[in-house]
């Protein structure tokens, strides 16, 4: 009886090992087959930023790029914008955001949550700028689809973003203005 069980054990074993074997070859297959290689996210959304937001090209722009997930600090208007497009599985979000000072993208506070007095900057994310609140849009079928899709979030990010922040400094500076002539 034990000899039997062990019979079938082995026979299992080696099923799925074919099984296995044969699964691998045919991988390794379409890899060698495959006429292009697959390109990271962060190159993808890299060429996006720089199509899209010519800023970006400059010399002084600091590129930060990890998987699935690449942002840029260039200067601007005395300070420093931020543009970052990430992705989480088949899911892709962005954030744009300003800063007086050149700090890590993730020391800005996120809006549209009142920010911090001791913050070094914010940064909002585009599901807010189009009214959609934390909005990710699928990725694509393809990378040439991936790619468009970039494109299209990293130009609504920097005309967006940029008319959202002027639109908050200046109605801080109004409201500035009122508290000191309502002081006197």
């Keep these: ?17 074919a099984i296995g074997r044969r699964y691998c070859e045919r991988m390794n297959e379409q890899r060698r087959n495959q006429e292009r290689p697959r390109v990271p996210f962060s190159a993808i959304a890299r060429m996006a930023i720089e199509h899209s937001v010519p800023e970006t090209r400059v010399p002084q722009a600091d590129w930060h790029e990890r998987i699935n997930d690449a942002w840029v600090r ?6 420093f914008a931020y543009l970052r497009l990430h992705r989480h599985l088949d899911w892709i979000t962005g954030e744009f955001g300003i800063a007086h000072a050149a700090v890590a993208i993730d020391a800005l506070t996120l809006l549209p949550d009142a920010a911090a007095p001791e913050s ?8 807010d700028l189009v009214e959609e609140a934390d909005r990710w849009w699928r990725a694509g ?5 991936l790619a468009e899709r970039l494109e299209w979030m990293a130009l609504e990010l920097r005309v967006k973003g940029s008319a959202y922040f002027h639109r908050r400094d200046s109605e801080r500076e109004r409201v500035a203005r009122e508290k000191s002539v309502s002081r006197r």
């Excluded at 009886?1 to 099923?15: C, I, L, N, P, T």
């Excluded at 260039?74 to 300070?79: D, I, K, L």
């Excluded at 070094?120 to 599901?127: F, K, N, T």
Aim: net charge negative; charged share 35%.
């Design 1 to 17: 009886m034990a000899v039997k069980a062990r019979d079938e054990r082995q026979s299992r074993e080696d099923f799925t090992d």
């Design 74 to 79: 260039w200067p601007s208007e005395g300070g």
């Design 120 to 127: 070094q900057g914010a940064m909002i994310r585009l599901g």
């Design 141 to 145: 079928a393809d990378q040439k689809a």
